[in-house]
């Protein structure tokens, strides 16, 4: 009896071992919402959103409100590499990325997530500097033409809007951008005025730039999910403003993020001491610029898009300052780190 016992647990043991090593269709499906989780069966995806049933009882949850999702059965390399991508570390998410049999995958979801999440993560390196914009331009725009489906495809348009930018292509970047304001979410509409002011600002337009930023928090209005635009929005304000002399406020509403800001958001803390250091050099105060830069190199430095940027930024202050040794020191690492940043090739 104990015998039988015992093989039945083996038996057991081995179908959940086998359940979780490929097991499509096991499970349930679960979506991470901004605020809460969902669990059930997916039953359908559009650019717009992406419905779930859960005990006869359907729910569509607008692509705005999801932070991820996670499909039932899915490889355990997949959700490796979608955290490793959350973390910043892209390489990673490529190398878990690799390790999937892509011919075992029966489901057409599953498919799409590893085309979108291999473009997304080539994408990011390359905008930081870390990879060639060609190739990721191209995995973007093939993961673009064969799923126009997919609840990735504002993040998609967004990407394919920053490789432009990031390859100085403004005109291109923004007709990408463009293309978000056609979807009718505010969150979409103020995510375009959004990315539109930061390339025009990034041409030194800031009178243009600070219009779009207006147009942002105009189109946000109430929305929940749409409001998440509104701190980004304060800290390119911030900068367009102090370019046009407001430097004592802008710098203050800066200042205002960062102290309010969660210390394990390193993004948003590199990306408010970026502007907190463009705000002083427009301002003409580079020692004060300087140390602003500094924070990001060596606080926030995982970061690396803002890395980049804060490291060209360094190399020029140091040497304003008098200090070549460091403005040496600055700009070999910039181009050790990210050898394909625009800021690298300036």
């Known amino acids: 009896m104990k015998r039988s016992i015992g093989l039945l647990a083996i038996a057991a043991s081995c179908i959940a071992l086998l359940g979780t090593s490929h097991g499509y269709g096991q499970g349930i499906d679960r979506i991470k919402r901004r605020n809460g989780t969902d669990s059930g069966k997916i039953t359908k995806i559009t650019q717009l959103s992406v419905t779930m049933s859960r005990g006869g009882v359907e729910r569509e949850i607008p692509v705005e409100e999801i932070v991820s999702v996670t499909f039932a059965g899915e490889p355990s390399d997949l959700r490796s590499a979608r955290l490793a991508a959350s973390g910043g570390r892209f390489n990673d998410a490529l190398e878990s990325l690799s390790q999937i049999a892509r011919e075992q995958i029966d489901r057409d979801e599953l498919k799409q997530e590893l085309d979108f999440l291999s473009a997304a993560c080539t994408a990011k390196l390359a905008i930081a500097g870390q990879g060639d914009i060609a190739p990721a331009q191209a995995a973007v725009a093939k993961f673009l033409s064969q799923n126009r489906d997919s609840f ?91 370019a046009g002399g407001e430097l004592a406020s802008s710098t203050e509403d800066v200042k205002k993020i960062i102290a309010d800001a969660d210390p394990e958001d390193t993004q948003l803390l590199a990306r408010a001491y970026n502007a907190l250091g463009d705000c002083y050099l427009l301002g003409k105060n580079p020692k004060a610029a300087r140390d602003a830069f500094l924070h990001v190199d060596l606080l926030f430095a995982s970061a690396s898009s803002d890395h980049a ?13 008098g200090q070549e040794t460091r403005a040496t020191d600055a700009k070999e690492r910039l181009k050790q780190e990210y050898p394909s940043s625009p800021w690298a090739n300036r």
């Open 309 to 321: 940027k804060a490291l060209y930024e360094l190399s020029q202050l140091w040497s304003t300052l």
């Open 152 to 242: 990735h495809l504002s993040e998609a348009i967004e990407l394919a809007g920053d490789l432009h930018l990031a390859a100085g292509n403004f005109a291109e970047a923004q007709k990408e951008y463009t293309k978000l304001s056609k979807a009718p979410s505010p969150f979409h509409k103020a995510r375009s005025a959004l990315l539109i002011g930061r390339l025009l600002q990034q041409q030194a337009k800031h009178t243009e730039a600070l219009a779009e930023f207006e147009n942002a928090v105009a189109a946000a209005g109430d929305d929940t999910a749409a409001k998440s635009q509104l701190v980004e929005a304060t800290l390119l304000s911030a900068v367009s403003r102090s």
